[in-house]
């Protein structure tokens, strides 16, 4: 064995170095290979979130900024693809010759190798930014356009904003999908704005206080020598037909009521604001006579108007009174709407007020109900500290969903299907805040006691919410305001995971009103956000809550 054998051979080494640039470019290109499918993946559902505002502000730049960056990673991948490639080709055409050659051609083989792959690796990488370039380009284009769409806050304005990439792959692909959601974004918001519209065109009929901006707000308030009324309004989504109003007659009588109209949407709303115009021209030439304590007139009016419509299933059911604010004497005619809720501040409690069964407005001629019960004229008189009520099934049927340990949502499996448990049936999915419910929470502000709130199958540690309305002063609007955050909180659920991105709309007046009366306050409502569109509301963030079911309308009125 002589010293030669231990010289490692030059062509030996050269091998071994492009071997290594070989299988480091093959490594790197499969990784690219299989980044870039992903890329795309995540490139589409990143997109996908920034539209459907499933991301906050905050995160949304940061995906962005994520997508941004990913040309730098094409650049590399690309270039250590085309490096791979090159000394793959190189050594396959060289390895062979190698062997066949003397020494000195072998030494002339290496110097052309060593020139060769650097033309190679050069003509690669120049090769690779170029193609990386033409491939990133249309990204950039790509994520500049959902950076507009993500800091356009009135998507409306997106009309006509369309992406318009040329190269006929995925991207192209990719795009064409962007500009689809981005119209289908502006229908939507155009949607909404007429929705607003029609919201706030309803809300125009209930008499509610104004901010700064003339913006009807969800709560309206009148304040007489012998009466104080205080009305409660928050629309689930969409219009409805849920109503109140209350009218000065002559500074002694007032006239008042209560309407819910079966279903919701357009048609629910037209009726609604029907009723109320029939309503208010009723009683502009109203006079304290014999004639206009027969209240069942217009009653009978509302019911032919609607029952010629012919609307398929849309009544209207409600609740119409005089009120004497001197005697306390209060005269009701309903249609279809006979439970009145009276806190009764002699007794301590309160009592449900049946009146008699008659169909809902819209559901029958008038021929065929004056033939039957007709409507009526009821009696029913009020004492000084009493507190009239009357509300729409909005806040009884309030729901909550069931869930177990992990917040996702079951169905009670205590005992057999169908059976009681509890204030739900076995098998079902939700339970509903309840008369019983709502009935205990008055008593409890009017006693300035503490009111608990249990809520079943509820995976938080704290089953049991407790209010604390011992500062009270039994004034109507802290009894309706106890109703409406009780409610809210009643939906409301702490999931350990929710960060800031979990989040919902509270009124300012409810976060103040939970703020001095729940005692768990700072686990459920100590983090905030503004909200920028409607300066009174606000966000509650890291924390969650089951969808709104059904409009809240509460009309209190207390006999001083």
Excluded at 156 to 180: H, M, Q, R, V
């Amino acid at each position: 064995m002589t010293i030669q054998d231990f010289v490692i051979n030059p062509a030996a080494l050269l091998a071994i170095v492009l071997a290594a640039f070989f299988i480091l470019g093959i490594l790197a290109a499969i990784k690219g290979i299989g980044g870039n499918i992903t890329e795309k993946t995540a490139i589409r559902q990143k997109a996908l979130a920034i539209f459907t505002g499933d991301l906050a502000l905050k995160k949304k730049k940061q995906k962005t900024a994520g997508m941004q960056k990913r040309g730098k990673g094409l650049r590399f991948k690309l270039s250590a693809f085309t490096i791979g490639l090159a000394l793959l080709t190189v050594i396959s055409i060289s390895a062979p010759m190698y062997h066949m050659m003397t020494a000195m051609q072998r030494e002339t083989l290496l110097r052309t190798i060593l020139i060769t792959s650097l033309a190679a690796l050069l003509i690669g990488i120049a090769g690779a930014l170029i193609l990386s370039t033409l491939i990133i380009k249309p990204i950039k284009k790509l994520t500049n356009h959902i950076e507009i769409i993500r800091d356009t806050e009135d998507k409306k304005k997106l009309a006509g904003i369309d992406i318009n990439i040329k190269t006929k792959d995925e991207i192209a692909i990719l795009g064409s999908t962007i500009n689809d959601m981005t119209h289908g974004l502006v229908k939507a918001a155009l949607a909404a704005s007429d929705l607003l519209i029609g919201k706030e065109i309803q809300k125009k009929f209930i008499p509610l206080d104004l901010d700064s901006s003339g913006n009807k707000q969800t709560s309206g308030f009148k304040n007489t020598e012998d009466l104080d009324f205080f009305g409660y309004y928050e629309g689930a989504k969409g219009v409805s037909g849920d109503y109140f109003d209350f009218k000065d007659l002559d500074g002694r009588f007032y006239a008042v009521i209560k309407c819910d109209v079966a279903g919701k949407g357009i048609p629910a709303a037209f009726i609604m604001i029907q009723v109320a115009t029939m309503f208010i021209n009723h009683f502009k030439q109203w006079k304290p006579d014999a004639r206009g304590m027969h209240i069942e007139e217009v009653v009978y009016h509302i019911n032919d108007f609607i029952e010629v419509l012919g609307f398929k299933g849309r009544f209207a059911a409600f609740t119409l009174c005089i009120f004497d604010s001197k005697t306390g004497v209060v005269r009701f005619c309903n249609a279809g709407d006979n439970i009145v809720h009276l806190y009764d501040a002699s007794e301590g409690r309160v009592k449900t007020i049946t009146l008699p069964e008659t169909p809902a407005a819209g559901a029958l001629p008038n021929s065929m109900i004056e033939a039957t019960c007709g409507y009526s004229v009821q009696t029913i008189t009020i004492d000084h500290g009493d507190i009239l009520l009357l509300y729409t099934d909005g806040i009884e049927e309030a729901k909550r969903k069931f869930r177990d340990s992990e917040f996702r949502e079951i169905n009670c499996t205590e005992g057999s299907v169908d059976t009681p448990h509890e204030n739900h049936q076995s098998g079902q999915a939700n339970e509903e805040m309840t008369p019983q419910r709502v009935e205990d929470i008055i008593n409890a502000v009017m006693a300035k006691d503490i009111y608990t709130l249990k809520k079943h199958h509820n995976p938080e540690g704290e089953a049991e919410l407790q209010f604390d309305f011992s500062t009270c002063e039994g004034k109507v609007e802290e009894v309706i305001m106890a109703m409406v955050s009780a409610e809210k909180m009643f939906r409301c659920y702490k999931n350990p995971k929710a960060d800031e991105e979990a989040r919902f709309l509270v009124d300012k007046k409810v976060d103040t009103f939970l703020k001095n009366h729940f005692q768990q306050y700072r686990r459920y409502c100590s983090n905030t956000a503004e909200y920028p569109d409607n300066d009174a509301y606000m966000y509650y963030t890291h924390v969650n809550e089951d969808e709104q079911y059904d409009d809240l309308t509460i009309l209190g009125i207390k006999r001083k």
